[in-house]
C-alpha cells in the first residue's frame, strides 16, 4: 500500500492521469477528450527500430527501480501514506474526482501533512529524486510471427501483459492497443534521466454510466522507453490502472533498465 500512494505522490499531485489508467485502437468513444496519437510515419518508423533492438533479444537483465528520496521528504510521504490509507475511500474518491478533469490535487488537511509539506512534495517534479536499482530480475522474450512476448517474475511479472508487434508496429498491454504518443516530453525525460524515449498511452474514461463524477470508470495504460544519459541500459516503464465505478481494482508502476 506504502508503494501505491507514494507513487500517486510522485506523479499524481504533479499531473497525471487517473493514475500515472482501453474501444479499438487509438479511439475512445465514451472519451472524446482523449489524447491524440502521434501520426508521424517517420517517428513511428524511429520508435520501433529502437523498440527492436532492445527487446528483441531471447534473454534479459530488468533492473527494477525507485527514487532516491532524501530523508526529510521520506518522512513526509510516510505521514502522508498513514492518512490516506487511513481514509482510503475517501483519497480514492478525491483522486480521481480531480485527475480525471486533469487537475492537480489541491490541498487538503486530511493529507495528514502541512500545506507547506505538501507543496515541498509538489517541487519533486522540478528537482525529480534520482533512480536507484531495487532488484534484478531475467526476462526471457519469445518470438511468434513478429510479435514479442515476455516472461518474469517479482515485480517484473506484468511484463507478461506487454506485447510488441514489430510487424504492425504496436504495442499491446493486457489486450489493448496504446497509441503512439511520440517522442515523450521533456518533464518526463528529465524526470527519469533520459536523452530520448517514446510513449504509447492509451486512456477510457466512462462518466456516462453514474450521476457522480468521481465514481468514474476508467482505463489507462502507458509504456515509456528511453535513452538514458549515462549507462548502455535501455528504460522501460509501464503504468497501468483500472478503475470501476470510483474503486480502483488495479494499480501498477513498473519502472526500471533493461540490458
Do not use: C
Not at 18 to 35: E, F
Not at 169 to 176: E, M, N, S, T, V
Not at 243 to 249: A, C, I, L, S
Amino acid at each position: 500500500m506504502k508503494k501505491l500512494y507514494l507513487l500517486i505522490v510522485l506523479a499524481g499531485v504533479t499531473r497525471v492521469g487517473v493514475g500515472q489508467s482501453p474501444s479499438a485502437p487509438g479511439q475512445s468513444p465514451s472519451n472524446p477528450g482523449q489524447v491524440p496519437a502521434d501520426t508521424s510515419i517517420a517517428r513511428l518508423v524511429r520508435a520501433f527500430r529502437f523498440v527492436d533492438s532492445v527487446l528483441s533479444h531471447p534473454t534479459l537483465t530488468y533492473d527494477v527501480t525507485g527514487t532516491d528520496i532524501p530523508r526529510e521528504i521520506k518522512d513526509i510521504l510516510t505521514r502522508f501514506d498513514s492518512a490516506v490509507t487511513a481514509n482510503k475511500k475517501w483519497f480514492d474518491e478525491y483522486r480521481i474526482k480531480y485527475t480525471s478533469a486533469a487537475q492537480t490535487l489541491p490541498y487538503n488537511e486530511r493529507f495528514g501533512i502541512t500545506r507547506e509539506e505538501y507543496t515541498r512534495l509538489q517541487q519533486l517534479e522540478k528537482q525529480p529524486p534520482h533512480l536507484i536499482t531495487l532488484a534484478q530480475t531475467t526476462v526471457t522474450t519469445t518470438r511468434d510471427k513478429n510479435v514479442l512476448h515476455f516472461k518474469s517474475d517479482g515485480e517484473a511479472r506484468i511484463l507478461a501483459y506487454l506485447e510488441v508487434d514489430l510487424q504492425q508496429q504496436r504495442i499491446i498491454f493486457a489486450g489493448d492497443t496504446l497509441p503512439f504518443m511520440g517522442p515523450m516530453t521533456t518533464s518526463q525525460l528529465a524526470s527519469f534521466q533520459l536523452t530520448q524515449g517514446y510513449s504509447w498511452k492509451f486512456r477510457k474514461v466512462d462518466v456516462n454510466n453514474s450521476l457522480q463524477s468521481y465514481k468514474i470508470t476508467a482505463r489507462v495504460s502507458e509504456v515509456d522507453m528511453g535513452t538514458p544519459t549515462e549507462g548502455g541500459r535501455a528504460f522501460l516503464r509501464i503504468t497501468y490502472q483500472d478503475v470501476k465505478e470510483g474503486v480502483t481494482q488495479a494499480n501498477l508502476d513498473l519502472a526500471g533498465f533493461v540490458h
